[in-house]
């Protein structure tokens, strides 16, 4: 058996698992209604203003503890051009705790799920999480969706004033922090590795 046919199906597992957190279908309500977080653990995070940062994406995801993983991936799959020009996007970055949670779930170390036989399957999540345009959490929330770079929409859904992304076929994650600026667009914390709905395992 192949391991991209075995990381499949510990990921199709996974997401199983943990579709039992999900919540249910709600209408979109006002900003008024949520609790969205303005920070974790990170300092960087904590102290983010809503201003203009000379840093991009991936500078900031680089030169933060908690995506430092994300970054490591984002250059696996070659995808720092694409997070470090100056095109504007929007992303929806998982922090380390949520990609040490699929590692654990999948029973693997980070080396051994970035070799080059996984590097489609990694880039084609990737790019879940991402965006075009500055889409800010105001815009996000009222849309109720956001069609990503992987050409698959994610969707938005809130219940007791928090706010999660993802879809109904592989899970939600909840949207931790929102509206983290960067000199190439804005990036949404969120606590799970998405999966694209178009992805088969």
């Given amino acids: 058996m ?8 510990f990921l199709f597992s996974f997401m199983l698992f943990t579709a039992c957190d ?7 309500p006002s900003d008024s209604d949520l609790n969205l977080k303005s920070q ?3 300092q960087m995070i904590a102290n983010a203003s809503p201003v203009q940062n000379s840093d ?6 680089a030169g933060t503890d908690d995506f430092s993983i994300l970054a490591e991936v984002v250059l696996f799959a070659g995808l720092d051009q694409v997070l470090d020009g100056k095109r504007q996007l929007t992303v929806f970055a998982p922090t380390n705790q949520a990609f040490v949670d699929l590692l654990e779930a999948l029973g693997l170390t980070a080396e051994e799920l970035l070799v080059e036989e996984n ?3 990694v880039t084609e999540i990737l790019l879940y999480h991402v965006a075009p345009g500055k889409r800010m959490a105001k815009s996000v929330l009222a ?3 956001v069609n990503t770079l992987q050409k698959d929409f994610a969707f938005v859904k809130t219940e007791n004033g928090n706010a999660f992304i993802g879809n109904d076929k592989y899970g939600f994650a909840t949207i ?5 600026y960067a000199s190439n667009g804005v990036i949404h914390v969120i606590d799970k590795v998405l999966l ?3 992805l088969e395992l």
């Fill in 2 to 9: 192949s391991n991209r046919i075995i990381i499949s199906t």
């Fill in 22 to 28: 999900n919540i249910a279908d709600s209408n979109n």
């Fill in 40 to 42: 974790t653990s990170s």
């Fill in 56 to 61: 991009t994406i991936l500078e900031i995801a």
């Fill in 119 to 121: 590097k489609d399957l």
């Fill in 143 to 145: 849309s109720g969706r």
């Fill in 176 to 180: 931790l922090a929102t509206d983290v």
């Fill in 196 to 198: 694209p709905q178009s």
